[in-house]
């Protein structure tokens, strides 16, 4: 590619959901001339795509939002204490038009391709309508959940009726009434997407692979109370959110102060009731060491076990539905009356271990022990996570050295935000960050701050490329790895891992040692004038 017909611009971010949107807000603030591209034809990333029925935020709404606008915050008023996809995508809409953030952005274009120039230190960019772009800075705000993925089912292109992934859901929705329907996959998406549907359908069969632990949402109107409370102290809410592991907020009388351990069983069951009650993660939060100490785990995975069966009707069924793994291991999911939905008559359970998916045909899914005949087959089957959405994209580094290569072994950052030989490429929120096992909102603004940061140092300065040291990256992998292997996460097969996808390496992804430690860190290493980074 020659730069001749190739546009110029500061920085060239790619994703406008929740990360690239304040990235270009910020950037903007910080004098640059940045251009977005996004492949959806409007904004909102993971939100515009997630419309399946019953989609919703596992992050109560009043945590789940930007921070870096104390106007925003007090002019924006949310419903429910879980979210819709529709507000919130209502929600990042303001955002975008508040900020007058759309005409930086190009829609329905795919970046295709990504070239360092060295001699000219500066990122090519290509994309799929032949459009070409070049900044000295690349960032990538590609979300961790944004690259589908559908399994290879034998027969599944002789199938006549419809075929739907709920991570790409039509936009004027679906009606299935008297329809029958298979949905395949029990992840967040399939169980909050199974209740409704089976209440429309004739007749759903779910394949499930893995049982998975979901506790009940009970998601409820804000009240009005609830609001202007939260607006009132949302400054100091949102600071020690900023400092907390998870970046959730939760009162310092409701905050675990022991070992599940440590406390009788009597009183371990009543606590573990009042937040099966409360609803929401809450529970993994009751004692402290749920995800650190097996025995301790045990005894919430057993309580969350006999919630099923009191739920689930038919033993055998109550049975294929209950998971053995560690409780919270695999990501928690929440559900507005998932279990339950087992107990209607138009609902079959079809455990494909016992009973594996043979072939599809034109209008049947067929496994060794029966034909399910069905009008419309829905994936729910999740994402190629977290490194998906980059390696998709042909990204190529200091001497012509491809991600890909760089990763074949599983992703390597320093911080999750920088790779050794990618100079002046950023990662928002990327493999090695805290990421989605914090309020991602959180996780991604410190990422922006951060990088905006970096960038008024290098300016200041006369730096015109800053990249990661290998050697500050392998101890970074070390740490990520170390500090993983210390909990029960690793335990368990989940997409944190890539274990859901065949052929993936399988490491630990994200950085489990919490959001404000990981703050704490990053403000150091940039105090330290970019401790493990090389600027020249
Ligand atoms: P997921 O958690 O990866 O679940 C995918 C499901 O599909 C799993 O049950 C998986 O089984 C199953 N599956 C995959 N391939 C299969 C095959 N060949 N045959 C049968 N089953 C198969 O994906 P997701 O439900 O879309 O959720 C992904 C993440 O997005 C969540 O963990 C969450 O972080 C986020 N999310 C959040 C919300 C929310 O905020 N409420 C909603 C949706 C999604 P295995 O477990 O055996 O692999």
Redesign the pocket.
């Known amino acids: 590619m020659t730069d001749n017909d190739a546009m110029r611009h500061d920085v060239i971010v790619i994703g406008a959901g929740l990360a690239g949107l304040y990235m270009l807000h910020k950037l903007r603030q910080t004098g640059r001339r940045a251009i977005v591209i996004e492949a959806g034809s409007d904004v909102g990333g993971t939100w515009y795509w997630?419309r399946y029925p019953g989609?919703?935020?596992?992050?109560e709404s009043l945590d789940y939002q930007y921070t870096f606008s104390d106007a925003l915050q007090r002019e924006w008023t949310w419903s429910e204490r879980f979210a819709r996809q529709d507000e919130i995508l209502a929600y990042i809409n303001h955002v975008a038009d508040r900020f007058d953030l759309r005409r930086d952005i190009v829609f329905d274009t795919r970046v295709t391709r990504a070239r360092f120039v060295e001699a000219a230190a500066e990122w090519e960019v290509e994309a799929d309508d032949g459009s070409r772009h070049v900044a000295p800075f690349l960032i990538a705000a590609t979300g961790a959940?944004s690259l589908p993925q559908t399994?290879p089912?034998p027969g599944i292109e002789d199938f006549k009726g419809d075929v739907y992934h709920?991570?790409r859901w039509p936009h004027d929705g679906v009606d299935f009434t008297a329809r029958r329907v298979a949905v395949?996959?029990?992840?967040?998406?399939?169980i909050?997407a199974i209740p409704n549907i089976a209440a429309q359908a004739e007749r759903l069969y779910v394949?499930?692979?893995?049982p998975?632990f979901s506790l009940p949402a009970r998601n409820a109107p804000l009240t009005e109370q609830q609001v202007e409370e939260r607006r009132r102290n949302f400054a100091d809410i949102a600071r020690s959110n900023k400092a907390s592991p998870s970046g959730l907020y939760r009162p310092p009388s409701d905050v675990a102060t022991r070992s599940a351990l440590d406390v009788p069983a009597e009183q371990r069951a009543a606590d573990y009731e009042k937040w099966w009650d409360r609803g929401g993660t809450l529970l993994m939060r009751t004692y402290t060491d749920l995800l650190i100490n097996a025995d301790s785990n045990r005894t919430a995975t057993e309580f969350a076990q006999r919630k099923i069966r009191d739920m689930v009707e038919r033993p055998d069924v109550a049975d294929k539905l209950t998971p053995h793994y560690h409780i919270g291991t695999k990501?928690i999911c929440?559900d507005s009356g998932y279990y339950e939905t087992f107990n209607r008559p138009n609902v079959t359970l079809v455990d494909?271990n016992e009973d594996p998916i043979s072939t599809i045909t034109g209008d049947a899914i067929v496994t060794a022990g029966r034909t399910c005949q069905v009008d419309a087959i829905v994936f729910?089957?999740?994402?190629d996570a977290m490194t998906g959405p980059l390696l998709a994209m042909d990204i190529t580094g200091r001497g012509g050295r491809t991600m890909r290569e760089a990763w074949s072994d599983g992703p390597r950052t320093y911080l999750g935000l920088s790779i050794a030989g990618f100079p002046n490429l950023f990662v928002v929120a990327g493999p090695g960050s805290p990421s989605?096992l914090a309020n991602v909102i959180l996780s991604i603004e410190q990422h922006v701050d951060w990088i905006a940061d970096c960038l008024d140092h290098m300016r200041d300065r006369g730096f015109e490329t800053i990249e990661a040291s290998p050697d500050a990256q392998d101890a970074w992998v070390e740490h990520v790895n170390e500090v993983a292997q210390a909990t029960l996460y690793p335990r368990t097969k989940s997409?944190y891992s890539g274990s859901?996808i065949a052929g993936k390496p399988e490491i630990f992804m994200p950085y489990v040692g919490g959001l404000g430690r990981y703050t704490a860190h990053c403000a150091d290493v940039a105090r330290d004038g970019y401790a493990g980074f090389v600027l020249s």
């Not at 989609?55 to 992050?59: F, S």
């Not at 395949?184 to 399939?190: A, E, N």
């Open positions: 997630n989609a919703r935020c596992d992050v959940l399994p089912l709920t991570g395949v996959g029990t992840g967040s998406s399939g909050q394949f499930q692979r893995t998975n990501r929440l494909v729910a089957t999740g994402y989605v997409w859901n």
